[in-house]
């Protein structure tokens, strides 16, 4: 009995390990194709390490041109117009901002009629006999019972809440930001260097044309990554390693 009981406990978990894989490609794939801005984790390919901002936007510009495809670019801080020099679209990620403070402005509409004024019940008679769903109309010095000018506050609040909070979680999604365990091509990205990536799966790849496209660059450091291990190609003399 407990051999059949684990059996089957081993199918079942083979199975739903199998499904979820499943459902992780394919939820990737819709992101991939919805958004531009999704990240590729960095486990096959070379890169290099450049020292100055301006050499960094100049190698993306020229990795663009050459035909590489798949390419990123690692920096400290934001660099101005690098998605432009690196061919990337605009970013669609407004339009989650878009959609979710409509949610919100709607929402927050909704849900102030739907307390203060008469509506539902003229509408949906069925749910005259819930108490909590009718309003209590107080008619103040003649004032209408909808009476939308002051819902424009909360409407407003609303808006700025769901808008900032879905943007921000679509951030996350998009660019996959909720994987705390990447692999670090070189501790100096986050502090002063500037790091040009590009995949083994890139267009036109190979590793000597790509080692001789970074070196030609001028890139300091090359270093040729695979999952198992790091291998310099070029160290930051500029010469070739041994």
Not at 4 to 27: N, V
Not at 201 to 216: I, K, N, P, T, W
Request: proline share 7%; net charge negative.
């Amino acid at each position: 009995m407990n051999a059949k009981l684990t059996t089957f406990w081993e199918k079942l978990e083979s199975f739903l390990d199998s499904f979820f894989a499943m459902q992780g490609a394919l939820f990737s794939r819709l992101l991939e194709k919805l958004f531009q801005y999704t990240y590729r984790e960095t486990e096959s390919g070379i890169f290099g390490i450049f020292d100055e901002p301006q050499a960094i936007r100049e190698a993306a510009r020229q990795a663009k041109e050459k035909g590489y495809t798949r390419f990123d670019c690692l920096t400290p801080f934001p660099i101005h117009h690098l998605e432009s020099d690196m061919g990337l679209n605009r970013s669609r990620l407004p339009y989650i901002t878009f959609f979710a403070g409509s949610l919100g402005l709607f929402g927050a509409f909704f849900l102030q009629t739907l307390a203060h004024e008469q509506i539902i019940p003229p509408l949906f008679s069925f749910l005259d006999g819930l108490p909590n769903l009718r309003s209590y109309p107080l008619n103040i010095g003649g004032k209408p019972t909808f009476s939308w000018p002051p819902m424009v506050p909360l409407c407003f609040e609303f808006t700025v809440l769901l808008g900032g909070h879905l943007t921000v979680m679509g951030l996350l999604l998009v660019g996959r930001l909720f994987s705390p365990f990447r692999r670090v091509l070189h501790p100096d990205i986050t502090c002063d260097k500037f790091c040009l990536w590009i995949p083994s799966d890139s267009d036109h790849y190979s590793q000597e044309g790509v080692r001789s496209f970074l070196a030609h660059l001028g890139a300091s450091e090359i270093t040729l990554v695979d999952k198992d291990e790091t291998k310099p190609l070029v160290h930051h003399s500029g010469g070739e390693s041994s």
